[in-house]
């Protein structure tokens, strides 16, 4: 009897230390639910930020996406549609128009809308879409100006195998591979992003990046850091490196060659560097903004820093291209007449 009734209270203290223990695991699970980012959407503090003259700061967004819109369809369509044009180097000028197009949309579009709406929420979904596509435009950004090095090096340092070297096919190629290498390399940055544990929803810009991302995390994050840091140095590094050897290489050509050769090669080469230039100095804003980060500034600040960075190469990028280079500023010029008399 005595041995039943020991058995039977070892019986239900067991099951109260089941219960006690179930509970605490409850408690557990849900405070590292409360301290662990689980909703569905982030609040974009630069909105906010931006409320007091959301309607100047609109009416600049529309301006701006309006013209990158117009200079830089206007562009491609000419390229389109002039044989003439059917080069690798208008190619290369068309496919930076596009990736562009394709920046200016990724951010612009819903800034507008958020901005007159008074709307700073976007979801956590949306939000890896955008951080995924703006880097995407960036790297490509950065391939084409690679590529178009590249070109210019061919054309100049190769005169007679040019046309071998380089054609219309070999560039698309070119324009192929790295954009599936950059989408590769994303793919992978993203998914390690995803699976990390946030800890709070609020993110101290207009748009969702990679890094105001990595800012949230809950726990170490360094493999995303590095990750992200090998990919953009080695980008910048192989750009600068092919880039720099391509100067050099022309400039020296241009000592032996004749002067009006010498002439159309130097002027190719401003061109092309005062876009790479452009696109340098957006990227120092954007950089800026970032090592400022522990500095006590508004975070308007941070946030001008941010749009003038990323609107001022996709701005200037057509305009540069369109104005200084001859045979394309004939053929823009002739079309938009055209328009504007059918108009």
Request: charged fraction near 15%.
């Amino acid at each position: 009897m005595s041995l039943q009734c020991t058995d039977k209270a070892g019986i239900q203290y067991s099951e109260a230390l089941w219960v006690a223990l179930s509970h605490r695991g409850d408690r557990i699970k849900q405070n590292m639910e409360n301290v662990f980012n689980t909703s569905t959407s982030f609040i974009l503090l630069g909105i906010e930020e931006m409320e007091h003259y959301k309607y100047l700061y609109c009416g600049f967004a529309l301006v701006t996406y309006l013209l990158i819109l117009l200079f830089s369809s206007l562009i491609i369509s000419v390229v389109l549609l002039e044989e003439s044009l059917h080069e690798p180097m208008y190619t290369l000028i068309a496919n930076l128009m596009l990736n562009g197009i394709f920046g200016a949309s990724c951010f612009l579009p819903k800034l507008i809308l958020d901005l007159f709406l008074s709307s700073k929420v976007i979801s956590r979904a949306a939000c890896f879409i955008q951080s995924f596509s703006v880097t995407l435009f960036a790297l490509c950004e950065i391939s084409t100006f690679t590529i178009m090095a590249y070109d210019t090096y061919l054309a100049v340092c190769h005169p007679l195998r040019y046309p071998t070297l380089m054609t219309n096919k070999t560039a698309l190629k070119l324009i192929a591979g790295f954009l599936i290498f950059n989408i590769t390399c994303l793919l992978i940055s993203n998914l390690l992003s995803a699976r990390l544990p946030l800890c709070g929803s609020h993110i101290n810009n207009y748009i969702c990046d990679n890094l105001s991302i990595f800012i949230l995390s809950c726990v170490d994050n360094s493999i995303n850091k590095l990750y992200s840091a090998t990919v953009f140095a080695i980008d910048i590094s192989a750009t600068v490196l092919v880039i720099a050897y391509s100067y050099v290489r022309i400039l020296h050509i241009c000592f032996k060659i004749s002067k009006s050769a010498s002439k159309k090669a130097i002027h190719t080469l401003v061109t092309h560097f005062s876009n790479f230039s452009i696109f340098l100095v957006g990227f120092l804003f954007l950089f800026i903004r970032y090592t400022l980060k522990n500095i006590n500034l508004p975070l308007i600040f941070h946030v001008l820093l941010s749009i003038t960075g990323s609107t001022i190469p996709l701005l200037f990028n057509p305009l540069i291209y369109g104005i200084r280079t001859k045979a394309l500023k004939i053929k823009v010029i002739s079309h938009f007449q055209k328009i504007i008399r059918e108009i």
